[in-house]
């Protein structure tokens, strides 16, 4: 007997099937939910499925988004063995049948199935360490694209409702004219300058508040005299507050990040890398986790989605073959902008000369970024293996 466990995970809850070997189910497919009692509901029938059979059973579940990382935090605690399978795997498998049936009890039948013909191979594993990283740098992106879009509006509705106060400020976007912006819309503006001042601290002097409060002064004397939309003002008000919630926002999340990668030797091996910076680096760290886990960089490679597509049919064999992007697409963005960094200006002199070589051969710019960006990852990955610095 091998006994089997196949889970099929969703939102909030999954569907187990127990199988005593192959082709032999054990009782009757249940759901159980992802809190406490579910999951001591799944504890209970691993215990009894291994009394029946004397073997510790094997748990195979599909990676699910994030749904299933509670699940398999569950089964870390309690010292079940798990394999967690690739989505792209698992659907290839339910191709291979004649039928069309698609339920979660027959999902989970065939996670069980593919363990059974030997298709699951080791998961990779991932440390606390590089989890909370990933966790702060994707939570990072993600509020960085939504402020990109408020700045966007508001400078929008600036421009219809008080085009001149752009003018003001060498920064229209920091933090000083911001909150300077939001007094004038709401009309609390006494004495510019002390507000100037006030917002700005200790980075500017009181000349330079001065001369801003001059500037303003003018501007907000023509602005009064002009015909303004109340609804576009309370608008403007409310985005620009947005905007500056995302800003503490980020800066929040930065300072967390600065603190993990604080202890991850392997953040400052990336950042000796000429072009990449603080975020970039504990993004693609925080995607790679232990470079270890690949016994070659073109596995690596492959995992960012950087490896070509092979398609060859008889004596037929495609000359241009696009990228798989089966991989992680953070890391690839993460990568595409290092190359960019590290191509402007010369700033990698490595990146940019083979980048010269690929463009003088005639090749498009994209074609030859995304070259570029997979040596720029077997760099990260000899820097990481071999734990030294990048060499100039």
Known sequence: MEPVVGVDVAKGLSVVQAFLKRNEPWRKAISISHEKSGLEQLGGLLSELQAQTTQSPVVILEATGHYHRGLVAYLERSGWTYFIVNPLQAKRAKGTQLRKVKTDA??????????????????????????????????HEFV?????????????????????YEKVFGKLFSVTSLHVLASC???QVEDLQEVIQKNA???????WAEARAEHLGEVLS?????????????VLRSMVGLVLAFTEQLSVLEKQMDELA??????????????????????????????RQFREAKQLVAFAGLDPGIFSSGKFTATSARITK??????????????QCGIRGSTNPKIREYYEKKRKEGKPYKVVVIACANKLLHHVYAILSKQQPFQH
């Not at 991850?264 to 232990?290: H, R, T, Y």
């Open 326 to 339: 089966r991989g992680s697409k953070r890391l690839r963005r993460a990568l595409y902008l290092a190359v």
């Open 144 to 164: 960085t694209g939504m402020f990109v879009q408020a700045k966007l509006n508001m400078r929008a509705l600036l421009d219809q409702v008080f085009p001149e």
């Open 222 to 234: 023509r602005w009064s005299e002009e015909p303004r939309s109340p609804v576009q003002t309370t």
């Open 201 to 207: 601290g200790k980075s500017h002097s009181k000349k």
């Open 106 to 139: 027959t999902d989970a039948w065939h996670l069980a199935e593919m363990y059974y013909r030997g298709d699951v191979n080791p998961h990779r594993t991932w440390e606390e360490r590089f989890t909370e990283l990933q966790h702060v740098t994707r939570q």
């Open 262 to 291: 604080t202890g991850l030797p392997e953040v400052e091996l990336v950042k000796s890398i000429p072009g990449i910076g603080d975020k970039l680096a504990a993004a693609i760290v925080a995607e790679i986790g232990n470079v």
């Open 185 to 187: 819309l709401e009309d």
